[in-house]
């Protein structure tokens, strides 16, 4: 069963989700350093354009309409269920709410977020401890609260593509990829040959399989080590 009734126009849930979504994200990641703020005003933004979207203008359908309905004419595009996009074309018959990339969307949305607060976690104790933050999910990889929020965004897109989203997305990524760039230099010349040896023993994004580290670095120096 699909639900066709139109759900666009829903300028209030626009509001309501991207500010429950926005402020989760400022609890788990707690911005401190303007290159923190860059960052979540950046996924913020990715956020905002996606619920627009999602609920209040659907561009992308507009836009895609022609096209759409000449090669699925039996679908109501501008239904809420339509705007799932990948299971409608790929022909998912069930409530696209249980279909596999919707499924696959929360996996990655759920974890992105847990990755980003169990970075912070790690964080915040080291700072406190004024030690390089060396273990939990900063024994797997250098900058685990970026892939968090790559992994949230990867989630939407797979539950909601837009053509606004899926432009922002790879320029953001590319964005965080430089800031943790910058980072590495600041964090190296505050913490040496210590954060040196970090570096050559992890990864920045993608975490080797079945690596593990526990060490911990007792390095002390700046109270803020980048993520």
Known sequence: MHDDNPAYGLWSL????????????????????????????AFSAFLVALFAEMYGFPLTIYFLSGWLQSRWPDVNWFSHDAGHLLEMTLG????????????ASIALIGGGFILISAGWSVLYEAQ??????????????????????????????????????????PVLVFMYARLA???????????????????SDVPAFVPRIGASRGRKTGKVGKERQWT
């Open 128 to 169: 406190r401890r004024r030690r390089l933050a060396t273990t939990g999910v900063y024994a797997y990889v250098r900058h685990p609260q970026y892939v968090g929020f790559v992994l949230v965004m990867f989630g939407f897109l797979l539950q909601w593509p837009t053509l606004l989203t899926l432009a922002m997305f």
């Open 181 to 199: 760039r910058a980072e590495e230099r600041e964090s190296l010349a505050a913490f040496g040959p210590a954060y040196e040896k970090y570096m």
């Open 92 to 103: 998912w018959k069930a409530n696209p709410h249980f279909g596999p990339f919707h499924i």
């Open 14 to 41: 626009v509001i309501l989700n991207s500010a429950v979504f926005i402020f989760f994200t400022f609890t788990f990641f707690n911005p401190q350093t303007k290159r923190d703020w860059r960052s979540f005003s």
